[in-house]
């Protein structure tokens, strides 16, 4: 089937809602696009790097006098042939002139200026999202001006005829443009990206942007690939989405770091409140300060490294625009008085929802209520945490995918999540190859391979006291936390039992009651819980779940225990008092699955517009 | 294919991450699972009605003497046997307590209290959530106490035989329990829900409880079923999944009901902050008086109706707590001058994200920065509005569908939001048959037609300007807004068009520029704008869409014009700068969407915790 729709000379197919053809479509067949060469396409996209091709020098023109009739007719291009014949200007004025031609104006108005550039062809390497390659688009310069397109960024819109691509290179097909529908020029000293590779810690810094790259491109149509993989996942065994709220009156696991959601505070008339934001530029000297140090630090390694020239340009611009915004703050500063919102006392019963409401950081809560009834549940959204830590892992708003499963013990969980973590791997190898290989060139050359491991192997499964044995028989390795019975394991010691010992995914079951939320089952141990942690190579704890204790008495005694407020809680008590039953379910940092896939190292590159600690603009 | 699997012997399908059948694939094969009689399965789910049937009174039993054996091998039936023959009590004492028997503290123990039950069995139907069908599970006494059993909401996990339903009842296979393998009880007095049907508007304060009810499981299943479509017709037409952000600097549509977020208010000690929380109950005097009211009028609609006597009894007690509740908060309140939390002055640096976030009232002009770099891509998340009016169809949190797509124009977003809401509809009526007939006899007798007509017909597409006109022809119709050029259209004018005129989904486009927001393209006539809505019968507005304004003096006019805070929106304002292009999208109110499926009413009935004025518990 697949190989007799590439040598058909079948239609190249138009984008349903947008009159074009989509390039993943012509460049990703599995001919490269030939079987569709001589095919007249729309096809439309941004300029990601080119270069201006001189035309053969023109012949030698006959002589004047012959073609007066031509001349006659096409009053633009006379200029140039004008040009070129300077000796003969005064004869042909006289001539034309007393006819009533306008050649005079015209000749007239163009002479003062330089001479025009010869005809050339603009060589664009023109990308428009949907796939890794580039398609090669060649527009003549007397169609439009090449000085618009060649702009990295540009936008174009072009009809051509599609054809086979000379030589060698990486191109099979390129298109010759006959009629430019639309130019989306670029301001080109204002505009971040350019041909050469910015760094991603850069990029960060133009979110709005940063998708035109084919890097974060890649990354983002992977993390989209990953999404419809988890749905598909979960309605293949049987699961129902839930969307669980992010409004919660709830403090899951007794999360103290809780965004809080009010319809009170600085509700000031509008213009004091906008003065305020000015005053500040949104952002606090202390985050700037700090970021000012960062960019130091990137334009030394740019200096160092010596080999990116036009990322240093940027840098550098960057760097002074963020010095200046320094001097401004430092000056603001000392008004400071004059920059606080006027809030008075907030009366929590004025509040939309009459009392304190938060910004979610877990789902699983209110996803047992559903388990509780429906059985197999699911959920896939944001959650928050007001975290202040700066942590490579961490942002504020980080999407879950979170499952509840009745009638489930911890096993089932443990095995639900390997099962659907290797469906994701599968999935990106299977439906995502050029950006695969794509990532593998240009951030981890091991990730394909790992991935593959990671669909073939059975990972390692140790209790957590099993595990701090483990960790205690190595010698050579000092660890900065004691491993006494009891301890959380920390970030280090999670990354030498999956990087260095076992060199896979590695599930950590049975922890300390201590270290684990309220919610989880107690052992019959009495002192170990049944959580379970998935921690895999280069990302740390991917995965975390629990069987939940369905016993009232003894969740009422940990509630109890932890001082946490009752009051919250007698909804989720509910699901205990009546109709009771073992369940059990997992979390997913979904932002740290595309991490784990594409090899990236900071989960800011892999998230569309991160949030974190003194950062949400745009 | 679906034949020879129903008529195969080919055992019951486990759940594979819980020991169970899940019910849907014992009760929606296609014979109703009689090909799987005889199989010993395991099931779970909870007790939805049930009754007790007692067993054919017991044969006489032989003379006491020869059943000596076997009185003093089982001392617990003995006990009945001795209760029905009281005159041999004495002799019988004599014989077992001279051999040392313990017979004596049994039976004395026993005596004083009234008859044990009669054996009988417990006819429970059983749900797991999965299907709208119920499964018959038949409990011997001997097995298990049938007062545990049978209370409405009870949980079980029995292992049993499957064997065809006797008689012609809707039944077709059955489950004769062999072992009991868990038992949820139910604290009867305060369990919410009964066999008998309670309103909807009752099941709102129960929403941990709400989807073990059938009519909430069916919603939810069709809304799960609908939330999967989205996904598979977005990748079928090659968009991409974008995860917009919830928290924002940037006040799209300059919408100004926004909730804000704050890492600061309230930030008192642990202890004061309970304690307000507790004064207060977490509720408004106001919520709680209104709520009242309303729960009066439910008592008296159902005492009127005297249909439902349990329903009845539970709204009973519902309205005796409420009233408790306000005179407890009656006397709070005049204490009030103690619950204000304490918060001075709020400076907007120490947020913690240094500047005034908000929770997103559209993900829109995000996805524009995705679709300027990838071209077709959507986004499926919770968006929120901090609007004060009640009212069936909006609520503080409502999950959205967004989509954008470069190089399109409004009329493509026409097409592609006809097709997918077309096609959600066939979805629904192709895979959710079993809900949807459920749905249709008990919300709406009309849903499945209303869908067929949707899949088959096509849509009413009127400019502004025509509706205005259509409107105004109507004589015998007085609408309460005049209907002058540039009035925004309200809820009774669209539902009218909608409802009675064209009786069809309707779609109006091109606006005057000053009913919709900044971002939407001004026409050639500089009076409307390149926007549309999509008004479906019985529920108004479900989709609203517009091209966007991709000229950066047009749309930095408009900024200007309407006083928006221009700082907010340099970074959207850069996608013209740079490579602009012609790009156009909508939004699809997803809860509305399950409305429009199912019939409801009040959107508070489609999402699984709705959140609206005062409202955000559990």
């Known amino acids: 089937m697949a190989s007799e729709d590439a040598t058909a000379a079948s239609p190249a197919t138009y984008s349903k809602y947008s009159n074009r053809v989509v390039l993943k479509t012509l460049l990703e067949s599995s001919d490269g696009g030939l079987g569709l060469v001589g095919q007249r396409v729309v096809i439309g996209g941004w300029v990601r790097s080119s270069k201006e091709v001189m035309k053969e020098p023109v012949a030698p023109l ?57 005809p050339s062809t603009a060589c664009l390497q023109v990308t428009d999202g949907s796939c890794v390659a580039n398609l090669q688009v060649l527009v003549d310069s007397s169609i439009a001006s090449p000085s618009q397109l060649l702009p990295t960024g540009t936008c174009i819109l072009v009809e051509g005829v599609l054809r086979q691509a000379p030589g060698q290179g990486k191109h099979v097909i390129e298109l010759k443009a006959e009629k430019v529908l639309h130019i989306g020029t670029v301001d080109h000293d204002k505009y971040p990206l350019s041909k050469k590779r910015l760094p991603l810690d850069m990029l960060r810094d133009y979110s709005q942007f940063r998708p035109r790259t084919t890097t974060v491109a890649s990354v983002m149509r992977i993390r989209s690939a990953l999404s419809f993989a988890t749905h598909l996942f979960f309605r293949d065994h049987q699961f129902l989405h839930v969307q669980v709220p992010i409004i919660t009156t709830t403090d899951c696991e007794g999360y103290s770091n809780m965004f809080k959601i009010t319809s009170l505070v600085g509700k000031t008339d509008k213009k004091e409140e906008k003065s305020t934001i000015d005053t500040i530029e949104g952002v606090s000297l202390d985050v700037i300060k700090a970021a000012l140090k960062e960019k130091s630090n990137l334009v030394e390694n740019l200096k160092r490294s010596e080999s990116n020239k036009e990322a240093l340009a940027v840098a550098l611009q960057d760097l002074r625009k963020t010095n200046e915004l320094v001097s401004q703050l430092d000056a603001r500063e000392k008004l400071k008085y004059g920059t606080s919102v006027k809030t008075d006392k907030v009366n929590i019963s004025e509040e939309f929802f009459s009392c304190q409401t938060y910004l979610t950081v877990s789902g699983r809560l209110h996803l047992e209520s559903y388990a509780c009834a429906l059985g197999n549940v699911y959920a896939f959204g944001p959650r928050f945490h007001a975290d202040k830590t700066e942590s490579s892992k961490h942002a504020a708003e980080m999407w879950m995918v979170e499952i509840e499963m009745a009638f489930s013990q911890l096993e089932d969980s443990v095995n639900c999540a390997s099962d659907y973590f290797k469906h994701l791997c ?56 004691n491993l006494e019975w009891g301890v959380t394991l920390t970030v280090e010691h999670l990354s030498y039992l999956a990087d260095d010992i076992y060199k896979k995914p590695v599930i950590i079951y049975n ?33 975390s779940g629990s069987q939940s204790e369905e016993r009232l008495n003894m969740i009422t005694a940990r509630i109890k225990e932890l001082h946490l407020p009752r009051d919250q809680y007698e909804w989720y008590l509910d699901l205990r008092r009546h109709g009771s039953v073992r369940h059990s379910g997992f979390t997913l ?30």
């Open 62 to 118: 006959p002589p004047i006098d012959n073609r007066m009739d031509e001349i006659k007719s096409k009053d633009v291009s006379c200029v140039e042939i004008l040009q070129s014949r300077i000796p003969l200007f005064r004869s042909i004025i006289k001539v034309l002139g007393g006819s009533g031609y306008t050649i005079r104006e015209k000749f007239e108005t163009v002479a003062p200026k330089p001479s025009p550039p010869p």
């Open 426 to 481: 599968k999935w990106v190898l299977e439906n995502c190859s050029e950006d695969m290989r794509f990532v593998a060139k240009r951030i981890d050359s091991n990730c394909i391979d790992r991935l593959q491991l990671m669909t073939s192997s059975s990972f390692e499964k140790i209790s957590y006291t099993e595990a701090l044995n483990v960790l205690k028989q190595i010698p050579e390795k000092k660890f900065e936390t």
């Open 511 to 543: 922890y300390p009651k201590e270290v684990k939320p309220f919610y989880v089952r107690l052992n019959d141990d009495g002192k170990t819980v049944a959580a379970f942690d998935m921690v895999v190579p280069k990302v740390g704890t991917l995965i």
């Open 589 to 618: 940092r979904f932002d740290l699955m595309v991490l784990f896939i594409t090899g990236l190292t900071n989960v800011r590159d892999a998230i569309p517009f991160p949030r974190s600690y003194g950062k949400a603009k745009n």
